[in-house]
DNA sequence: TCCTTTCGCGAACGACGTTCGCAAATTAGG
DNA sequence: CCTAATTTGCGAACGTCGTTCGCGAAAGGA
């Protein structure tokens, strides 16, 4: 029953006790949790006490907890608004990941989701079939451009994840050991980069970084 | 107690009943569990099998889990050997994460714990170290040059995660599900690039991929 | 009405991270 | 040598997790 991605299954059955709920209502429940909550907190029992039922019951509408976290993912990808593209690839494309970016602000438990699982459904999709369109007469091999959309999300997840956990204990702690390290003189590179660092984080960086490297990935500089 | 990072606390005690292990020899059996049979089996009690104690052993070594998850990861960031450098910044640093690439493959476990958790123990503040020196002198802000090491450093590990799973069930499905939605025409671009893709794999792309990556963060393209 | 099919879900299983408390082992001081 | 202080090893237990099983309840078609 569940050697098929959970897209191709059908969600209810035409016979038999109507079911009470649905996927998407299981898709809304898990996601405010993992709003509120973070990840973890996604567990079965949870989101079937969220919803006010019981944790054996989510088996009639998902095959594991993975299937949640899919539907989770894909859910934010519909999140997603299409502009029409200006015919600069490296605007647009940045465009979209400046846009996923925004998305992953609402929705803090979605980097580590994205970097480690990286499934695609139907508005995932959708997605990538914009990201192609943007590229489309570009000269760039069919595998190059897919590496390149799996590199425009790890990028974007990265940047997010960074900056959602900037100020988490364990964050902190890690900066506490580096400027312990940069101090004791064994790593003058690091302590310069420290220093020049201390100051107030100016605006958003990140449209400028994330163009960067898109214009590195379709550029022909090597 | 743990309220600092592990690298700051103490390993052994001088008074009272001396250790019977270490915390290397933890790492060694935690890292060699994982290479076998993956992260999710890096659990407290197989790795105090793996030692032959108990489980509640390990927590006069480590403070919880995630400490053992830090070990391992800086475990091997000391497995990289640094050249000298050419001078050219591009080429040494693309050479870095190629290296970076040659342990990932050794440790395909590894990729999932340089994006979820970007923790640098001694090793990892080495590899820093060595990677701010190949930018010294370069124009670029130093904030900018922390965000290039960890964008190069999440590069390298989605692509190393990608080619680690790109035989699992999985992918497998996943695959499958995007191929029919590519077949059913809602997806042209999708389905042209599935069809240039169809053919085999050739040789290995990254060093070019990453190279473009690293000319676009350094360079002033934008 | 009864039969078939599906649904809801309490109870249970095994594995997990972590804590507690005590026995064993060692050193320091006398 | 003995004792006190200190640290280690770890069995047992707690609460949580994902998942399975089996059964009673609910609906539609004949």
Redesign the pocket.
Known sequence: MSDEVIWVRPE??A???????SRAEITAAAIALADRDGLE??????VAAELG?????L???VA???DILDLMADATAAEYVFEPPSGDPVADLTALGVQGLAIMRRHPWLPELVMTRASLGPAGADLLERFLSVLDGHPLAATAKLEAFAMLNAAVAMYAHHEAHADSDYVRRQAAYLARVAADGSHPMLAAAFAATAGPADADRFPALLSRIVAGMLGSSA
Chains 1, 2 share one sequence.
Request: hydrophobic share 25%; proline share 4%; no cysteine.
């Open positions: 209810h059955s016979v038999g006790r109507p079911a009470e709920r907190a996604v567990s079965m029992r949870r039922t019981g944790a054996a019951s088996y009639r509408y594991n907890r993975d």
